[in-house]
């Protein structure tokens, strides 16, 4: 609480530790001047009243008859803690109307502003002939990806047929080969084997009967019974029957050792043969039923992406008439501030872009900000009295609904050391005549302070992180150190330093500075004055955008400016 005094009495009493500005006039009036001015009053009614309505001083140093200061007698009083602010009115619950077209687009149409629309109801138009012709085109792409999709499964189906007759081909070949081979090792080679042997045992028993025939037709030669002829043709016989043996014998071993083995390896040969052959054959029919199963994927992938492409489209299509998703009251979206932008129609708009907005009058909200200084006073579900501009004779009630966690930054650029939170109010009751966008004025009540020890707001002066009272001496005005507590607009609560019946001073001369300890002043402790001085002035935190042009008498004598500067020296000496 004692920061947020701290910054309303430093800009009351701010010729007391601020040296004035040297080289530039303001065109408001100084506190000083305000307090030569309150002077001036308080000696009139003093003037006016003499001495039975209060009392004054008037041989206080630096002080004269001439000019009295007013005292003010310390009582308790009761008296409301209040945070002042402006806002502007808003429904709790806004409905934004956004552009949801790619890219950028035209209005076509736009519903008025101010139009109390139902759900469904048309809100704006926007151009389409661009959508149009993208949709034309890819209906023809559509059309074309459907037919070399139908082509590629019509080729996938043939080349699956035939690869199955290829693979059964070569399975019937494989077959007839384990058969040949079958055949060879159970029957043909045991056949010639046989035939092999017969024809040995024919040719042994040729050759005995040729010996005994010889043996006979040599004993009848012997005995002149055969002729010498017939004797050589029986010795002939036999040897030609001996020949016959060993060629039998030989044709067995060749059998055997060469001709057998040579057909069962080219046997063997053929089954493996076919059984690579099948494993080709079943290995490039998968292969090019890959090639065209992918193909036929691919096919598939660009008809499903057209059709993507169409159904956005489409979708795109109709996202160019945008219908009232709720009712409510038509308002434009002009932008911030500092980012203004009109609607309208033939306005060009891009994605994401609020056109509309559609505010629900049943919750109304004020918006304010409210200075760091002031926030520690806020809470949740604090009262609040509002009144708006636009009705003067009607006073709202309500609440403080949120309280933003951090200062908001956007003014920044403008002032860097003014931080403000967002601080929403929300009212109790509604009304037809209120509007989204019209000024509000509220008041929060932080507490209501029963018969406590206050000051006003002038009698109090600040110095280095302490506050004082000045009260009356016989010589000299006394600085007494006082414990602050809460404060409204006009008093301040006394928690320490001062009882019932004292007087203080109300102001005080120029050079009641000195009258002051000499503290050393804290960190910070300037740069925090003068945000909350800032905070304090009725304009704090905006800037002229205009400068000023210079007076003509801006150059003064340098007596003048010694005259002005021997207040702040001395000042600025106290302070030290």
Known sequence: MSSVLDSSTTVANTSLDTPPPRSRKRPRFRPLYAVIVVTMMAAALWMALGSGGGSSLGGLVGLNATNPIEVYTVSARSFPVLVRAKGELKAKKTTEIKCLVEGRTTILWLIPEGTQVKKGDLLVRLASDKIEERLRQEEAKEASAIAAL???????????????????????????????????????AEKALMEATLDVDRAEQLLERAKLDFKATDELFKKHWRTKSQWLQAQFDMHEAERGVEKAKLSKHILITYTQPRDLKQKDSDVQQAEEELARVKKSAKAKESQKQADVEAKRANLINTQTNLKKLRDQLELCEIHAPTPGLVVYDTGSRWDRRQIGEGTEVYEQQTIVQLPD????????????????????????????????????????????????????????????????????????????????????????????????????????????????????????????????????????GVTPGMGVLLSLPDNASRFLPDLPAPPGEASFFKTAAKAARPNSGKRSMRRKPPSKNAKTSKAARSHRGGHSGRTRKANR
């Open 361 to 496: 009058p049943s919750v109304m909200i004020v918006t304010t900000r409210i200075h760091e200084a002031k926030t520690s006073q806020l809470s949740l579900g604090q009262r609040t009295r509002i009144t708006v501009d636009g009705l003067p004779d009607r006073t709202f009630t309500g609440k403080v609904s949120k309280i933003a966690p951090l200062a908001d930054s956007r003014n920044a650029w403008l002032n860097p050391d003014l931080k403000e939170y967002d601080t929403e109010i929300t009212l109790d009751h509604t009304d037809a005549n209120l509007k989204p966008g019209m000024t509000a004025r509220v008041l929060i009540v932080v507490t209501d302070l029963k018969e406590v020890l206050a000051v006003p707001l002038q009698a109090v002066i600040s110095k280095a992180g302490h506050h004082f009272v000045f009260v009356p001496n016989s010589s000299e005005p006394k600085a007494v150190e006082v414990t602050l507590g809460s404060s409204s607009t006009e008093y301040v609560e006394i928690v320490k």
């Open 150 to 188: 139908e082509a590629a499964e019509k080729d996938l189906e043939i080349l699956i047929d035939k690869n199955k007759s290829d693979i059964q081909k070569a399975d019937v070949k494989l077959a007839l080969a384990k058969l040949d081979r079958e055949k060879y090792i159970k029957g043909e």
